[in-house]
């Protein structure tokens, strides 16, 4: 089950090796995004998109804030 | 959205998900580095005076005072073990009676501003407002330090610093 996590949490499983990946829509992510982070708009998330991450690796999503 | 992004990448096969309540914004606020086409509009968490004189609120005035003046500032932020904002001391309070606590005097609750907020905002806030300083606060009311208008001014003249096209971090 997906959980909620805060900031401190997020740097903690990114420096263990985990993927951040922003949902916002491309043209947000463009203009600023977390170090790293990879694009992937929730409108286009799929099977085919989310081969860009890999499956062995935590993934951490976010958006703008608690939306 | 980062919620439903999470459950649908689980259902998509990925074991270990996670969603970042907070998001860019509360990541921006604690003034932690960011990247793209914005990251170098100049950001008042970038310009704030870590050097601004602090203290705690048990610590007599006349101490405080003491202190403040040698390091040439006028002002001081009452602030908890961990930096969180308490209050503040403008000269007024500074040349009171130094016997009273910190405390007993400050003045409370002061308005802060997220690092984020853009010179360019800043500056027009301040100017509206008739400020002189901004205090700069994380999200969690940790203090970064101290925006002085003067040097504002100097960053927002010597570069490009526009405003961000979504007012991002503004106002709190």
């Given at each position: 089950m997906p959980k909620s996590i805060d900031r401190a949490e997020v740097q903690r499983l990114v420096a263990a090796g985990a993927q951040v990946v922003e949902v916002l829509p491309a043209d947000e992510y463009e203009e600023l995004h977390l170090p790293g982070a990879i694009s992937i708009p929730l409108k286009e998330l799929d099977a085919r998109t989310a081969e860009r991450l890999e499956r062995g690796r935590p993934v951490v999503a976010y958006c703008h804030d608690f939306q | 959205m980062s919620p439903r992004a999470a459950w649908r990448l689980e259902t998509l096969g990925f074991e270990e998900v996670y969603w970042y309540a907070g998001g860019k914004a509360d990541w921006m606020a604690s003034g932690l580095p960011i990247e793209g086409s914005e990251a170098r509009i100049p950001r008042i968490g970038d310009h704030a005076r870590r050097d601004v004189p602090t203290c705690g609120p048990d610590e007599r005035i006349?101490?405080?005072?003491?202190?403040?003046?040698?390091?040439?500032?006028?002002?001081?932020?009452?602030?908890?073990?961990?930096?969180?904002?308490?209050?503040?001391?403008?000269?007024?309070?500074?040349?009171?009676?130094?016997?009273?606590?910190?405390?007993?005097?400050?003045?409370?609750?002061?308005?802060?501003?997220?690092?984020?907020?853009?010179?360019?905002?800043?500056?027009?806030?301040?100017?509206?407002?008739?400020?002189?300083?901004?205090?700069?606060?994380?999200?969690?009311?940790?203090?970064?330090?101290?925006?002085?208008?003067?040097?504002?001014?100097?960053?927002?003249?010597?570069?490009?610093?526009?405003?961000?096209?979504?007012?991002?971090?503004?106002?709190r």
């Open positions: - | 006349a101490d405080v005072r003491a202190r403040v003046r040698a390091a040439k500032w006028n002002t001081c932020f009452v602030v908890t073990a961990e930096r969180v904002v308490l209050g503040r001391l403008h000269n007024r309070e500074l040349d009171g009676d130094g016997a009273q606590r910190a405390s007993d005097v400050m003045r409370s609750g002061p308005s802060t501003f997220r690092p984020d907020v853009t010179v360019h905002d800043m500056l027009e806030h301040m100017r509206e407002h008739k400020l002189t300083t901004a205090p700069v606060t994380t999200s969690d009311g940790t203090l970064i330090g101290l925006a002085l208008i003067e040097e504002l001014e100097a960053a927002h003249g010597g570069v490009s610093a526009r405003t961000s096209s979504r007012r991002r971090g503004w106002p």
